[in-house]
C-alpha cells in the first residue's frame, strides 16, 4: 500500500524502496526497503513503479539520433 508523501523506485539490486519526498524545507531521503527481491532486472529495461503500485518496465533508449 502507498503511502502518501513517499517516493517508491526500484533500486539496482531489484528491491522495492520507499523514501520520503522532499517538501519545501522539509528534506527527504532516508530509503528503506519495503519489498526484497521485487523483482530480477533485464539488461537495456527502466524498471518503476506505476500510478497502480506496481513493478512496470520500460525499455531504454540508447544513442538516439
Excluded: Q
Excluded at 532516508?30 to 503500485?53: E, N, T
Amino acid at each position: 500500500m502507498r503511502k502518501k508523501g513517499y517516493l517508491y523506485y526500484v533500486d539496482k539490486k531489484g528491491n522495492v524502496v520507499e523514501t520520503k519526498m522532499a517538501r519545501g524545507k522539509a528534506k527527504g531521503g532516508g530509503g528503506k526497503v519495503v519489498a526484497k527481491p521485487a523483482v530480477k532486472k533485464a539488461k537495456g529495461y527502466l524498471y518503476f513503479i506505476d500510478k497502480k503500485g506496481d513493478v512496470s518496465r520500460a525499455r531504454m533508449k540508447r544513442g538516439r539520433k
